[in-house]
T-cell receptor
């Protein structure tokens, strides 16, 4: 069973914020929300993760709703190089298992 | 991630052949993983290893075997390749000491079985 639901594709104008939603209504109390991205056919790259508080790093911000049933990854100023498939994954930190769903294909357009 | 290398990068083989894909890492990580990716789909876990000689089956281990003889190396074997094993294969590593689930991926091996 898929643990996360993401839109299959999204477009974003270059320089604008890209907001990528993810639903994870069955998330457990000890599970984190992780985001990875895959550019073309390269290996996936870790972006950010969070438990219940909002998080920010040099790449992105992660907003998690209070009930933890959904989250949004924000790329504040999208560039053409941000065109990729973005995966939202729920996982605990004990087993190091990552289950990749279909992800969201983000197309950043000039 | 250049610290995780995979060989070969591309391989074409025939049905029934034995194939080995190699993964090496210089990150000093204890955990290593093998995934496969089919066109248009996400990655699926084949096998993983939490330390030398530790082997665990993932979601789709049938038809595959692995070996972890050294911390830096994790090999994936297809004993008798079949066409539906045509896919992009990724190796990944992680450090159990960080307490987070950040995995570092290699560049991938594109395998075609004719």
């Amino acid at each position: 069973d898929a643990k996360t639901t993401q839109p299959p594709s999204m477009d974003c104008a270059e320089g604008r914020a890209a907001n990528l939603p993810c639903n994870h209504s069955t998330i457990s109390g000890n599970e984190y929300v992780y985001w990875y991205r895959q550019i073309h056919s390269q290996g996936p790259q870790y972006i950010i993760h969070g438990l219940k508080n909002n998080e920010t790093n040099e790449m992105a911000s992660l907003i998690i709703t209070e009930d933890r049933k959904s989250s949004t990854l924000i790329l504040p100023h999208a560039t053409l190089r941000d065109t990729a498939v973005y995966y939202c994954i729920v996982a605990n930190n004990a087993g190091n298992m990552l289950t990749f769903g279909g992800g969201t294909r983000l197309m950043v357009k000039p | 991630d250049a610290d995780v290398t995979q060989t070969p990068r591309n391989r074409i083989t025939k049905t029934g052949k034995r194939i080995m894909l190699e993964c090496s890492q210089t990150k000093g990580h204890d955990r290593m993983y093998w995934y496969r990716q089919d066109p248009g789909l996400g990655l699926r876990l084949i096998y993983y290893s939490f330390d030398v000689k530790d082997i665990n089956k993932g979601e789709i281990s049938d038809g595959y075997s692995v070996s972890r003889q050294a911390q830096a190396k994790f090999s994936l074997s297809l004993e008798s390749a079949i066409p539906n094993q045509t896919a992009l294969y990724f190796c990944a590593t992680s450090d159990s000491g960080t307490g987070i689930n950040e995995q570092f991926f290699g560049p991938g091996t594109r395998l075609t079985v004719l």
